[in-house]
């Protein structure tokens, strides 16, 4: 079979063709023809006689090829109208050789992020835009078009996104006031429309009415978007008040604050005591300084407030320690010695404005009590000898742990190799200088001990000189004496802090004869006896005593030994009394004298 055929329509440059069919076929599929064109064909049956004999009459016949698809549109733009409106836009370039007219278009659009699905909107050729309705607000959606002509559909466009306008979001919902004495709590619910974003805050604001007849509100605080209760303390009492709040959506430069809502109330009204909120000091725990609460509640999902003030003092509403979920005690700390407090536990809804408090409580914390205890007769003063190690200690009754303390050399520096170690204070070797007045200080409580080092003294080398016969008679000059004896005058002299020691013997009468031995010496306690006299610790006279003293004297304090000798009835002198009084800090400088 013999198929020829010629482009009758769109045959600028022509388009023809043959097709020779081996067999006897009855139909035949001619390709590669040009869409939307017009062919004539001619179908003509060869034998194989001749190649002009051996063909058969020719038979005509016309058809025309279907169009193309449209192709695929291009948005040109997608803008939001409103908070639910889009716009979009587009083209489309058609080919009337290849195909028909564009018939229609369907706008598809969707949430971003979702696969694209209906709704679809068919919009009638030739218009290339629309508006899409009923969207939401502050919403990103996707949007592709598709062309339709007699061939069918073409493919969707490479889709676009754009979002929604944000509108302000409607007021606050169910706005409650509750007010106490000095404050006021309220409470709200989300609005029934967020505008298309996200509440990003609440803005709250109060007016004052009995200061300002003309409306004059003034910010308070803006809250996040969780917290839905809020309390306006430090207000008058007695006073009228309007509050209003309103939710705000702004977020990335976009959004708005919505209308308030508000409510008048007036401040008047104490919180209600509750009962059942028991509130406990343990006295166990009381010190100077802190003291461990304990409470108890019946409720759940509740939030406490502790309030501690002085006893004469009312209760600051901003001072208050905040505790939730299970905590049901404390330890209040920072408290002041021997002080009354007074102490309540408020307990508040976390989702709203019921507040209830408990009774007061009250409470006198130990008073402190400090005291250094060290060398000596244990607290006030004490006196070391040089190199001897001192330990003071600063004792505080606190009741509890004691704080920490600080060390303090009154005018002065604390030594260089003194350790402080707690509360105790270490001099590990004390020299005469280190003498001075220790303060130990803790929390403005402080106690002062006067501390004394001696001067080390060197022992007296034994005399060269030979035993004279009165040396003899008396036994020598005692060296120091162990038992105590009454001040004598001498301790009110003043020595200079450059003498170590002065061994001074008070004139002893005696005149020792060659002949008669013993005689003499009676006869010289004779004249003794009845030509001296002496005063003793009780201010008794005594006859006949002989004093015999040896004085230490540095610096500003002076010591002495000083014992008082008789003869007895045999001619030998006896020690009859010895004392060594403590050392005094005497007036005045003081020179080197010697002392009889």
């Known amino acids: 079979v013999n198929i020829t055929y010629i482009a009758t329509s769109n045959f600028d440059p022509p388009h023809f063709g043959s097709k020779i069919v081996p067999g006897q076929p009855t139909e035949y599929v001619i390709q590669d023809l040009q869409p939307l064109t017009t062919y004539e064909f001619t179908v003509a049956v060869l034998n194989n006689v001749s190649d002009v004999v051996g063909s058969s009459s020719e038979e005509n016949v016309s058809a025309m090829t279907d169009p193309l698809v449209p192709g695929m549109p291009n948005i040109t733009s997608l803008t939001p109208v409103s908070s639910t409106e889009l716009k979009v836009t587009w083209f489309l370039n058609t080919d009337p050789l290849t195909q028909t007219m564009i018939d229609s278009f ?168 509750d009962n059942e909120i028991v509130l406990t000091v343990d006295l166990y725990t009381l010190t100077a300084f802190t003291v461990s609460v304990n409470w108890t509640v019946t409720s759940e999902n509740m939030e406490f407030r502790l309030q501690v003030k002085l006893l004469d003092d009312d209760f600051d509403p901003d001072d208050f320690t905040i505790f939730t979920g299970d905590v049901r005690g404390t330890i209040i700390t ?56 001192v330990v003071l200690i600063c004792d505080l009754n606190t009741g509890g742990a004691p704080p920490d303390v600080q060390w303090m050399r009154v005018d002065e520096d604390i030594p260089d190799d003194a350790v402080v170690d707690g509360n105790r204070l270490i001099i590990s070797d004390p020299q005469v200088e280190d003498s001075g007045d220790y303060t130990c200080l803790s929390r403005n409580v402080s106690f002062t001990f006067s501390l004394l080092v001696n001067l080390l003294l060197p022992q007296p080398s034994p005399s060269p000189s030979p035993t004279s016969p009165i040396e003899k008679a008396t036994g020598g000059l005692p060296q120091s004496s162990p038992s105590l004896s009454p001040t004598s005058p001498i301790e009110e002299a003043t020595a200079s802090s450059n003498i170590d020691y002065v061994v001074i013997v008070v004139p002893l009468c005696v005149v020792i004869l060659l002949a008669a031995q013993v005689l003499f010496i009676i006869l010289c306690a004779v004249i003794y006896r009845s030509g001296r006299k002496g005063k003793g610790r009780d201010g008794d006279v005594h006859n006949n005593q002989v004093p015999v003293q040896l004085n230490k004297a540095y610096g500003r304090h002076v010591t002495h030994h000083i014992s008082t000798a008789v003869p007895n009835p045999v001619g030998e002198y006896e020690t009859v009394m010895s004392y060594e009084p403590e050392y005094e800090r005497l007036p005045g400088d003081t020179t080197e004298e010697d002392y009889i």
């Open 106 to 273: 369907d706008v598809e659009y969707y949430i971003d992020g979702e696969n694209p699905t209906e709704p679809v909107i068919a919009i009638n050729a030739p218009a290339t835009m629309t508006i899409i309705p009923n969207l939401m607000k502050g919403t990103t959606y996707g949007v592709r078009v598709r062309a339709n002509n007699s061939a069918g559909p073409s493919k969707y466009s490479t889709p676009v996104t754009a979002r929604t306008d944000i509108d302000p979001p409607t007021q606050v919902t169910d706005l409650v006031i509750t007010a106490f004495t000095f404050s006021i709590c309220i409470s709200w619910g989300a609005p029934t429309d967020d505008g298309g974003q996200n509440i990003s805050e609440y803005r709250i604001e109060i007016w004052d009415m009995s200061e300002y007849v003309t409306e004059n509100f003034i910010l308070v605080d803006t809250v996040g978007s969780n917290i839905l209760t809020y309390t306006i303390e430090e207000l008058g009492n007695d006073t009228d008040y309007r509050v209003r709040v309103a939710a705000n959506n702004t977020g990335n430069g976009e959004g708005a604050l919505g209308p308030y809502s508000s409510v008048n109330a007036t401040t008047n009204e104490p919180i209600p005591i």
């Open 334 to 389: 920072n408290l002041q010695p021997n002080t009354e407090y007074e102490i309540r536990l408020i307990r508040s809804e976390q989702s709203g404005c019921t507040r209830r408090t408990s009774p007061t409580v009250s409470f006198t914390t130990i008073e402190l009590e400090v005291e250094v205890s060290g060398p000596g007769n244990g607290t006030g003063n004490g006196t070391v000898t040089e190199g001897e190690e």
